[in-house]
Every structure is written in C-alpha cells, then in structure tokens.
C-alpha cells in the first residue's frame, strides 16, 4: 500500500490532530488548566485553519482508490466550513465557560470536532460507504450536543427528535442506497454513473427519491423539516448556530456531489423536476412560517429552512456558475446567520429571553448588539449594500443561465418569496427599532468573545459583497473542478 | 423449489413498510426505535441478497451491512442514551408527553 495516499488527506488528519491534542488536553491536564480549555481549542482551531488555507489545497487527486478524492473546491469548501466553525468556537466561549458547563466544556469541543470531521468525509468521499459513515459520524454526536443543556426538558425534547428523524432519514437513505447498488453493482460514485448508463428505470425513480429524501432530512427541505423548529429552539443557541450554518453548508455541497456525479446522466430526466418541487416548497413554506413565529430561534429556523432553498438553487443550474454561487451563498449564510445567532445567544447568556417581544426598544439601551442584529436581518433579506444581495444576485443568476422557461418560473417565485420574507426579517428590526413599548433589557457590557465574534461576522456582512476577492477566488475554484461531466 | 432473489426483497420491503407504519403509529419511544431497527435491517438484507444473487464476485455489498449494523449498534445507544435522560426529566417515554415545543 502506498502511504503517502495520506497525504491527500491532509486537512482530516490535521483535524484529527486538534481533536487528540483538545481531547488530551482535556483528560490529563490538571483542573486549574481545565479554564482555559476554550481558549485552547479555539487558538488550535484558528491555526489549523490558517494552515488548512496555505497547504490544504494540492489540486485534483484521488486517493485509496478513489473511495477519497480531493480538488481545488473540495479543500475551498471545507475552508469556508471552518471560518463557520472558528467563529461558531469564539461565540460559544462564555457559555462554554459558564457554571452549569465546568464538568463538561471539553466533551462539548470534542463532539463539535468529531461532527467537523464527518461533514469533511461527506464532502470527500467518492464512495457510499465512506459518505455514510460521514453522514452518520455528522450527525449522531450531533443528537448529543442537542442535549446538551441538561438542566433543561426543552434540550432533552430537541434531541429525542432529533435523533429518531435523523436515524429515520439515514435508514430511508441507506434504503435507496440498496436498489442503486442493485441497479449498478458498486458503491463508487464514479462506477454508479457508468453502470447505471442512460437507460431510464423505474426502480432508479423510486432510488433515487429514496436518496434526495434520505439527504433532504439533514438539509431541511420541505416535506422533510418538520423536525427543524423544535430542536433548534431546543437546543443550545451555540449548538443551534452550529447546526444551521455549518451542517447545512456540508450537506448541500454533498448532496450537490452525489446528484450530479452518480445521477448526471438523468438531470434533465428524473431529478430536476424533483428538485424544483422540493425548492418552491421549500422557500414557500419557510417563509410562511416564519411569518407567525415569536420565538427567536424558531423564527431563524424557518428562516433557515427558506435559506435552503435558495442554496438548492445553484444545484439546479448544474453548472460550474452555480457551484460557485452556491459556495459563496453558504459562506455569505454563515456570516449573516451567525451575526444573527451571536445576538440571541449574548442576549440569552446574559438575561436568558428568546421572544421577539422581548427584543422591543432594544436600539435605546444596546445600541450596537441591535445595529449587528439589523444588519444580519438585512444581509439574509438581501438588501443592497450587504454580503446576502450580492449572494442572492449571484444565485439567481445561475439559475436562469441554464435557460429553460421553467426556470424561469421558479427563479420568479424564489424573487417573490424573497419580498415576503422582507417583511418578517424587518419585524425584528421594528421590533428593536420602531416599537415605542418600554425596553425590555437592560443595557449591558457582552463578553469580549462575543464582541469579537459579532466583529468578525459584522465585518463579513460588509466586506464579503463588497470585496470582489472573495467572490474571484470561489469562482476561480470552482472553475476548476469537473464535476459536472455527466449531466444530460 | 428454487429461492430466488425475490423471496428475500419482498420480506424485505414488508419489514422496511412495518418499521415506516410503526415508526409512525407507535406512542413509545422504545417501539419507535424497535421500528427504527426493522428498516436498518431491511436494508442489511437488501444489501446482502443483492450482492449474493447479482454480483457474486465481489464483497462490496457484505462489507457495507457489516458498517451499517455497526451504525445502527451506535445510533440505538445514543438514542437509548436520549431517551434515559427524557425518562428522567419528565417520568414519561409516551412521545404524546414530549410536546412542550409544539406550536
């Protein structure tokens, strides 16, 4: 066997090394230490991003083979998952260090790390088996970090539903799984599309419907998100960020790998169709609830659920345009929704309200966390001058490159759901802004790595539309690949 | 009489449809996850059959059953795991009980 296959996976096994170096840390070091154990994780974490985007990227290879392959865009994305994943650690430091917390903090890194890793095998892999082991190492630890709160039932309550939807949804994937190795007698990706050929079956309808329901679970799209609004009001609000941003960023760029590198050959036949009445259900939906919601963390889950939506719009394109719309939608997203998060959970820590209500006359005694939650609701509304115009242009865009009257049907709908969803993102800023109702919350200091996080993803919301750079290199990764060989 | 391969996809997808219906029907968390357990093994079946009746040649069917039970070992004690923690909490496994979130 030749070793230095390794090698290709270097930013694994760079993540493995943070996960051993956290995991002894927090086993062996003494309790005094123990403090510091945030502090450690996150310095690790922000080098070994650093390092991930210096060496990461080694171009196109394929390794064990071909079970694991890497590329320009495969090591771009995993990039962007890790700035989520840094700013994610930074906003979670106070409550990682709160009182209820002491016995548990460094489980709490650990898990969070093991789900990373899984959600970089999901975007690797080339092979069913590695995918699924991906799949499910994303997101049992997963169920654990939702319970994580102990002392509350609404934890417990989030993560009963959450593991039984999500060991339901990866036995239905794992069902359709069964019929295309039946079909095509491999678990290669690459084998798949050339067995499977273009003679159209019915099995592979009923398979293939199997996969995207299977995926569509994780991601929250619409038939399949019911379980979406509870756990994440349930879960803790750094669990919760994390759970919508990075977790839904990974499952869209694998579902992205698998649709068009096993199923390519049947774009136009089978699964564009299915893709459009997942999207218009989804951002329909999801904006329509959202409209009625009063709970924060619930609000900003069904605002997820359409925001998925809009991310499943560059896959439909199915070119390299829409891959790097679709990546550049997700860092955008990550920004945004998180500047949107670090509020709540500063607000959260600090008094321990969630309700919008509780959000009235907040300009007057926190000015600067309410100007971070405007220009978070803006940037995910897609106002002009923010990051979420530019991303939401750009998605659009390669969305109607490809052409046909229906999609431009469906891109018209996404606009119009896009109008409907101002208004409720502009009911917080009223709430906050306009509402002459007495303040609810007191005017206080917020941790310094809270004020840092909402730094960093505030400074995102600005810079990310309007500095072409970050744009340029995405596209210029996603140029690259050759992805996108079979559609037919 | 010859046993061929539809003898075994068709107990297959009525376990696979029993744990769907039970899935859904059940009150109990515990039967729940019994249903969880009939369609992961639904799919270990499929897996093998296939790979015993069509490609006899190679292992790659057998080899994800082996990962996949593996899988659904871990998934049943994290989701016992939950379960033991809603029990204590709230005295109650009836998933009719666990609907303080509902609005």
Redesign the interface.
Known sequence: MDYSQFLAMRQEIGLLIVFLLVFLYDTFMPKKALNATAGFTTILFLLFTVASFIWGNIGDVDAFAGMYSTSGVCSMIKNILNVGVLIVLIQSCRWANGELMIMRRGEFYELLLVTLFGMYLMISARHFLLFVIGLESASLPLAAMVAFDKNRYESHEAAIKYMLTAVFSSAVFMMGLSFVYGLSGSLYFHDIALQLGSSFNTTLVVALAFVIAGVGFKLSLVPFHLWTADVYQGAPTSVTSYLSVISKGAAAFAFLVILVQCFGQFYSMVWEWMLYALIIATITIGNLFAIRQKNMKRFLAFSSISQAGYIMLGIVGCNDMGLAAMMYYILVYIFSNLAAFGVIGAIENQTGKVEMTDYNGLSRTNPWLACSMMLAMFSLAGIPPFAGFFSKFFIFTSAINQGSVAIYILVLIALINTIISLYYYLLVVKAMYISPDEPQIANFRSASSERLGLWITVGGIVALGIVSFFYDSIMEAASGSALFAFIG | MELTMIYYLIPSLIM?CC?VYG?ITRRN?IA??IS?EL??N??DI??VV??RF??PG?M??M??TL??IG?AA??TA??I???I??FR??NSIDVRD?N????
């Open positions: 696979f744990g899935f968390m729940i996850l969880l369609m992961l639904a799919v499929n897996f296939f790979n069509l490609f190679e790659e069917g080899f994800f990962f996949a899988l871990a998934e994290l989701a795991a939950i379960i923690n809603v909490v709230s666990v303080k979130m509902k609005h």
